[in-house]
């Protein structure tokens, strides 16, 4: 079981850029979740996925949209990059609600 | 004031102490996880408990229901222990997504 796979793992972008960052889970579970990390601020929910088919924004949505292509991938897009995206970005999953997250590694996003 | 705060939010420790991190939170729960973040890493849960404590090996989290209260325990505190640990909790009744505290910074030194 590889758990939550993340890729990549570092990206550079020039303001107005676009791209996606990839999450995948091999554990069969129903929700996934993108996260910011950002100093001082904590973990903040961008978007999850409750169950394939279905997304929600969370906390900080905007310049932002996701996509959940099948049950184990969850992917987030960034259509304009912008400084104010420079973070650290981690997917999770869970079973269903009441059981633990599991989190991926991270992609470290630098936009200048 | 946010919901999940930690206390302390550094913490520098000698190798072998013991060493507590405390949570409160103002909203009612249906459970509450502790994870752990080593620099430049990912994140690793540590516990999800929503009453009474557990245990694993060094580690130890108790949670006390009614005062809205976590603390997390490492006994004989080693260097490899240095990271951020985080508290969070699921809010009762909800869809349930996480409230994340700012996280606890521990360096314990040799």
């Known amino acids: 079981n590889a758990g939550v796979t993340q890729t990549p793992k570092f990206q550079v972008l020039k303001t107005g850029q676009s791209m996606t960052l990839q999450c995948a889970q091999d554990?069969?579970?129903?929700?996934m979740y993108w996260y910011r990390q950002d100093p001082g601020m904590g973990l903040r929910l961008i978007y999850y996925?409750?169950?394939?088919?279905?997304?929600d924004k969370g906390e900080v949505p905007n310049g932002y949209n996701v996509s959940r292509l099948n049950k184990r991938e969850f992917s987030l897009r960034l259509e304009s990059a912008a400084p104010s995206q420079t973070s650290v970005y981690f997917c999770?999953?869970?079973?269903?609600?009441?059981?633990?997250?599991?989190f991926g590694p991270g992609t470290r996003l630098t936009v200048t | 004031k946010n919901e999940v705060e930690q206390s302390p939010q550094n913490l520098t420790a000698q190798e072998g102490e013991f060493i507590t991190i405390n949570c409160s939170y103002s909203v009612g729960i249906s459970a509450l996880h502790w994870l752990q973040q080593h620099p430049g890493g990912g994140i690793v849960s540590l516990f999800m408990?929503?009453?009474g404590k557990k245990k694993h090996g060094r580690l130890i989290a108790t949670i006390n229901i009614q005062e809205k209260h976590s603390s997390l325990h490492i006994t004989a505190s080693h260097p490899r222990d240095s990271a951020v640990y985080i508290c969070?909790?699921?809010?009762?009744?909800?869809?349930?997504?996480?409230?994340f505290g700012k996280g606890t910074k521990l360096s314990v030194k040799p």
């Open positions: 999770a999953s869970r079973l269903n609600k009441g059981y633990e997250q599991y």
């Open positions: 408990l929503s009453s």
């Open positions: 969070a909790v699921y809010p009762g009744g909800s869809q349930g997504n996480l409230i």
């Open positions: 996925s409750a169950s394939e088919g279905t997304t």
């Open positions: 554990m069969n579970h129903n929700s």
